[in-house]
């Protein structure tokens, strides 16, 4: 569950004091939720404000306009806002379920109320983007890890804190999949099926799951809140997964 100071952090934002535009753009870059000023705030420090947007709908940031069929380069562009509008790119290239996600839990925490819309003007599933905030809404920033991927996150978000921060700690420094994560996790926690699955095993272990995906569906149709029901289906998703690997080890014999 999002903590309260995670929901605080996103609303108060970080306050940006007399941060010039160019440490803002650090900031934000680095990750850091920063507030930014108002139009009068930016005019008295003799700046414009980071991102304008045009009556066609294009943005511009720092002289470069960003078109839906490309880019357009206002005037003359220093070198030094070039560099940091591509490795602005490079950001969101690679952190983009991050960003999504993360925009979309402020929003849910500020009651704006535009996901659904959002992940259609996206063109993505609502329940890929309601995903996306439910990760996001789990795992505070300061435990993520940039050399794993959103899927070992993904993971580890329906644990608490302390479980999650253990486990991405081991998957970090140990340079993990996220197979090799999940089969961790479930030696951790006792059901984890051998390398060499025998049917008298697997009638065992599949009695022993169809328990916990009955009880997990039970849980599934009785919950309410949006981010619990994907926490359930994804764990059943899961144990219908790890049937099937088991079913193809077995058969293999």
């Known amino acids: 569950m ?51 947007k045009h009556d066609d709908g294009a943005l511009e ?36 379920q991050w960003i999504v996600g993360d925009y979309l839990a402020y929003g849910v925490d500020n009651n704006y109320g535009m996901a659904k819309e959002f992940a259609e ?12 905030t439910y ?15 959103f899927k070992h996150h993904r993971m580890v978000a329906p644990m608490d804190s302390q479980q999650q921060k253990y486990w991405l700690r081991e998957a970090s420094e140990n340079r993990w999949s996220t197979s090799k994560l999940q089969k961790m996790i479930a030696e951790a ?31 599934y149709q009785g919950e309410t809140d949006g981010r619990k029901r994907n926490a359930w289906k994804r764990y059943i998703e899961s144990e219908v997964e790890r049937w099937q690997q088991a079913l193809a080890s077995l058969e293999d014999k």
Request: charged share 25%; hydrophobic share 35%.
């Open 189 to 219: 926690q006792g059901d984890a099926l051998p390398a060499k699955v025998t049917e008298p095993m697997y009638k065992k272990w599949a009695e022993q799951s169809q328990n916990r995906v009955e009880l997990a569906v039970e849980k």
């Open 135 to 149: 990760v996001c809404n789990q795992i505070e920033l300061s435990y993520r890890y940039d050399n794993l991927s």
């Open 61 to 96: 940031i720092n002289s470069i306009k960003v078109h839906r069929t490309g880019l357009e380069f206002v005037g003359s562009v220093t070198e030094e806002d070039y560099q940091l509008f591509g490795e602005t790119l490079l950001q969101i290239e690679t952190a983009y």
């Open 2 to 52: 999002a903590s309260d100071k995670m929901r605080k952090d996103r609303k108060k934002g970080k306050s940006t004091g007399n941060l010039t535009q160019s440490d803002i753009m650090d900031n934000m870059l680095s990750g850091n939720m920063v507030e930014i000023p108002d139009p009068m705030a930016f005019n008295q420090m003799g700046l414009s404000s980071a991102i304008v």
């Open 121 to 132: 003007k996206l063109g993505r599933d609502p329940s890929t983007v309601r995903d996306w």
